[in-house]
């Protein structure tokens, strides 16, 4: 079973590799003895994330989810990075392809489909719904230090 390969890390930060988009169906997600979900892997504990999950999905054509799901805390925003497919939330059926966003509440009922002829990439992210505040979208800051490439 393919793996997350770490590139670096150091006190603020780590980086890994999981790949190149078509690898990512090398993956198989392990949830439990009786479920695995191929072409999926998250990558929060690879670079240990503190405010967020997030997976990388392939799906192959005339793959899909599988399921309904729902979360307890976590909104998800699911980004598209390649292929067409369909997306459904709460009965709700709608297209999605390369550049795609769809954000979901922890109540939305939701699952994806590859309807397409090509494979379908997905990114998503998890995070506690309703934490992001005014505060938090000025939180940067800028460094007056100069950007130097050695």
């Known amino acids: ?17 999981v790949g190149i988009l078509n690898e990512l169906g090398d ?25 967020c999950e ?36 709460d009965g709700d059926i709608f297209p999605v392809r390369e550049g795609s966003v769809v954000r979901v509440s922890p109540a939305g009922k939701r699952s994806v489909r590859n309807n397409g002829t090509e494979p379908l990439a997905m990114l998503c992210l998890q995070y506690k719904s309703d934490t992001f505040n005014a505060e938090d979208a000025s939180d940067g800051i800028i460094s007056n230090e100069p950007v130097e490439w050695r």
């Open 1 to 17: 079973m393919k793996q997350i390969e770490k590139i670096a890390s150091s006190k603020n930060f780590n980086a890994a590799d």
């Open 27 to 51: 993956y198989t997600l392990k949830l439990g003895a009786d479920i695995e979900i191929p072409g999926k892997v998250f990558g929060g504990n690879a670079l240990h994330t503190t405010g």
């Open 54 to 89: 997030f997976s990388l999905q392939l799906f192959r054509p005339g793959n899909e989810t599988g399921f309904m799901h729902t979360h307890k805390n976590h909104e998800e925003l699911y980004l598209f990075l390649k292929g067409k497919g369909e997306f459904q939330v």
